[in-house]
């Protein structure tokens, strides 16, 4: 499963970079909105720190098909040919995803609810499809399910499309996804750092300092001895 941070704060991104082994970054209207700034220039600064390969996937806003085909070259140019447009799946997003698969273009198929909407976005040629896992839960139905049907439904139907499971409020929904395979999950840094979050391991940690501290004295590592 690969790793994605879901957010478009550069310092931060790069500290998740630094610590996790990420595979790429997803950003939303949302997102860009908490950084006040012109979202080209945030995306050409991410980009240009993650490589101009690396996935990097971006969403388009506008309401009919016809514009978010515009959004989406405007996008691919200002950010290069290997980023994903993000399409939401309603009705005019899959006419949208139908016409930009058809020429070849990255999607990402966004605002999933539904087994079924990603299952219409993978046959109409999306390469990814994001089911909101948190969210699903918010309105009473299993996230975690959906996101796992889905990713059945595509291994099953043949379809190259791969789940990137989205909308996360905790580690344990990663681990489900991360223990059925999906192909990634996009994940806020808040709740990447919780991946890792355990007072056992500190305290692991913290006696064999103690001990080696013992035998060779305070702020000693093997670098002294
Ligand atoms: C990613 O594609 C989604 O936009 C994002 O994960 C939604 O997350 P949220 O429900 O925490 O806003």
């Keep these: 499963m690969k790793l994605i941070v879901d957010f478009a704060n550069l310092d931060r991104i790069k500290e998740m970079y ?23 220039e945030v995306l050409k600064a991410i980009r240009k720190f993650i490589g101009k390969d690396a996935e990097l996937h971006v969403q388009v806003v506008s309401k009919d098909a016809e514009s978010m085909v515009r959004e989406a070259h405007k ?16 009705r005019e997003g899959l006419k949208a995803i139908k016409a930009l698969a058809a020429e070849g ?39 975690i399910k959906v ?17 990137l499971a989205a909308s ?7 681990l489900e996804l991360a223990k059925y395979g ?4 996009t994940v806020a840094p808040d709740v990447i750092e919780g991946l890792i979050k355990l007072d056992a391991v500190d ?17 000693k590592t093997m670098l002294d001895c």
């Design 182 to 185: 999906v192909g990634a999950a």
């Design 147 to 163: 996101a796992k049907d889905i990713h059945d439904i595509f291994k099953k139907n043949d379809l190259k499309t791969e789940v």
């Design 75 to 90: 996008i691919q140019q200002e950010l290069g040919p290997s980023t994903y447009v993000k399409v939401p799946v309603s």
């Design 105 to 143: 273009t990255n999607i990402t198929a966004t605002a999933v609810y539904t087994q079924m909407q990603a299952y219409l976005a993978g046959k109409a040629g999306a390469s990814y499809a994001a089911p909101y896992v948190n969210r699903i839960d918010n309105i009473g139905a299993d996230g």
């Design 203 to 219: 305290c692991a940690i913290k006696a064999f300092t103690k001990d080696f501290e013992k035998l060779c004295g305070e702020g």
């Design 18 to 40: 630094a610590y996790y082994p990420i595979d790429g970054v997803t950003t939303n209207p949302s997102i860009l909105a908490k950084e006040g700034k012109n979202p080209y």
């Design 168 to 174: 996360f409020k905790n580690s344990q929904q990663v």
